[in-house]
């Protein structure tokens, strides 16, 4: 970062494309074109695709909302697809059922760091002519192996895959960051001149485009970081076999499914509550011993004003709903001691054993 000062090239400095080989590389060989946010990394996505306005595209009904924001932006019409109750991530017969001549793409999201069924929905969406994106802003580092025994990187295996640098994503910067990731080297060039004002050289514009990019001392950072990605990861998969170990035979609780054939990176280490009108005593309870808990995501798109000219209704997306009702997410993150990881897992048990009494105040 230093150097980066000394030099003075705040933007498009060589940081930017070190990191960009360097994040390339460790996906397989993948093209990364760096841009300024996850959100951004959607819409330039979109934008590659050249849709006919009004064109729909399909998302989960449990995501995050910058999912669908850059499809309603770009007007394009954002239809939800509901999820699987087990991995939370897209149910490929919703996908199939919502698919219509009009449909451009596909959204998957790799929710809290394990891949959608991307055998599944790369076979429907090569079978219906419509791209496939991978928002990979939560499972950058996951891997798929597909039914022929191939391997693939989460966000690698779609038209164009996306991933973003926010500070609590598995690899953070010290700021907004975000990527596009694709294997078609013509349309990374596009990518990158969508993201940069569409100008194929300096005020010579051929698309309208955005401002959208890495800064350098952000890249800089992420240079450092990537360097420390694996053994972060495999810290944040060793605090989920803990938790798995301690959680697994509680009653009133599901500890996060996995699917056999994604590795997954625990952005998030999230409980599925068998009662959800426990949850919010759970939460209170875990927060008075020092526990935080978040919920991720309390609301499903379709429950969001923003969205309400959608025309959803309640009851349209039951599992989403369902999930938004009685998911629990538990603190992780690579530098949880194994010390912290029992006392959550034994906050956590002990509401469960209404045993709570004996549970000590904070660690
Ligand atoms: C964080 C996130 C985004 C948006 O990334 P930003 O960098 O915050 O714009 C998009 N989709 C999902 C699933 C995310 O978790």
Same mark, same amino acid.
């Given at each position: 970062?230093?150097?980066?000062?000394?030099?003075? &090239?705040?933007?498009q400095?060589?940081?930017?494309?070190?990191?960009?080989?360097?994040?390339?590389?460790?996906l397989?060989g993948?093209?990364?074109?760096?841009?300024?946010?996850?959100?951004?990394?959607? $819409?330039?996505?979109?934008?590659?695709?050249?849709?006919?306005?009004?064109?729909?595209?399909?998302?989960?009904a449990? $995501?995050?909302?910058?999912?669908?924001?850059?499809?309603?932006?770009?007007?394009?019409r954002? +239809?939800?697809?509901d999820?699987?109750?087990?991995?939370?991530? #897209?149910?490929?017969?919703?996908?199939?059922? &919502?698919?219509?001549?009009?449909?451009?793409?596909?959204?998957?999201?790799?929710?809290?760091?394990?891949?959608?069924d991307?055998e599944?929905?790369?076979?429907?969406?090569?079978?219906?002519?419509?791209? #496939?994106?991978?928002?990979?802003?939560?499972?950058?580092?996951? $891997?798929?192996?597909?039914?022929d025994?191939?391997?693939?990187?989460?966000?690698?295996?779609?038209?164009?895959?996306?991933?973003?640098?926010?500070?609590?994503?598995?690899?953070?910067?010290l700021?907004?960051?975000?990527a596009?990731?694709?294997?078609?080297?013509?349309?990374?060039?596009?990518?990158?001149?969508? &993201?940069?004002?569409?100008?194929?050289?300096?005020?010579?514009?051929?698309?309208?485009?955005?401002?959208?990019?890495?800064? $350098?001392?952000?890249?800089?950072?992420?240079?450092?970081?990537?360097?420390?990605?694996?053994?972060?990861?495999?810290?944040?998969?060793? +605090?989920?076999?803990?938790?798995?170990v301690?959680?697994?035979? +509680?009653?009133?609780?599901?500890?996060?499914?996995?699917?056999?054939?994604?590795?997954?990176?625990?952005?998030?280490?999230?409980?599925?509550?068998?009662?959800?009108?426990?949850?919010?005593?759970?939460?209170?309870?875990?927060?008075?011993?020092?526990?935080?808990?978040?919920?991720?995501?309390?609301?499903?798109?379709?429950?969001?004003?923003?969205?309400?000219?959608?025309?959803?209704?309640?009851?349209?997306?039951?599992v989403?709903?369902?999930?938004?009702?009685a998911?629990?997410?538990l603190?992780?993150?690579? #530098?949880?001691?194994?010390?912290?990881?029992a006392?959550?897992?034994?906050g956590v048990?002990?509401?469960?054993?209404?045993?709570?009494?004996?549970?000590?105040?904070?660690?």
């Amino acid at each position: 970062m230093q150097a980066v000062l000394d030099e003075a &090239a705040f933007i498009q400095g060589p940081a930017v494309g070190l990191f960009a080989e360097e994040l390339g590389q460790y996906l397989g060989g993948a093209h990364v074109v760096p841009c300024a946010n996850g959100t951004d990394a959607l $819409t330039l996505a979109l934008m590659s695709l050249d849709l006919p306005a009004g064109a729909e595209v399909i998302v989960p009904a449990f $995501t995050y909302i910058a999912t669908l924001e850059a499809a309603a932006l770009l007007g394009l019409r954002p +239809v939800l697809a509901d999820v699987l109750p087990d991995t939370f991530n #897209l149910d490929p017969a919703a996908v199939a059922a &919502a698919l219509t001549p009009r449909t451009g793409a596909v959204v998957a999201v790799h929710l809290f760091g394990q891949c959608a069924d991307l055998e599944a929905l790369a076979a429907l969406c090569q079978q219906h002519g419509v791209a #496939l994106i991978e928002d990979n802003a939560q499972a950058l580092g996951a $891997t798929f192996r597909f039914a022929d025994g191939r391997v693939a990187h989460a966000g690698a295996v779609g038209t164009v895959g996306t991933t973003s640098f926010f500070p609590s994503k598995n690899l953070g910067c010290l700021g907004d960051g975000g990527a596009l990731l694709c294997a078609d080297p013509a349309r990374a060039a596009l990518l990158r001149q969508l &993201a940069n004002h569409g100008q194929s050289r300096k005020y010579h514009h051929q698309r309208i485009g955005l401002n959208s990019r890495l800064d $350098t001392l952000q890249a800089a950072a992420l240079r450092l970081k990537l360097q420390q990605l694996p053994a972060n990861q495999a810290a944040r998969q060793a +605090v989920a076999a803990r938790y798995d170990v301690a959680l697994a035979q +509680v009653p009133g609780l599901a500890v996060p499914a996995r699917d056999p054939r994604s590795t997954h990176v625990f952005h998030q280490y999230t409980l599925t509550l068998v009662e959800p009108a426990r949850r919010a005593a759970l939460r209170e309870f875990l927060a008075h011993h020092g526990i935080p808990t978040m919920i991720y995501y309390p609301l499903p798109v379709h429950a969001q004003p923003a969205y309400a000219y959608l025309g959803y209704r309640v009851g349209n997306f039951p599992v989403a709903e369902q999930l938004c009702a009685a998911v629990l997410s538990l603190p992780i993150h690579p #530098l949880l001691t194994a010390e912290q990881v029992a006392f959550v897992g034994e906050g956590v048990q002990a509401f469960f054993a209404q045993s709570s009494r004996s549970f000590p105040k904070k660690i």
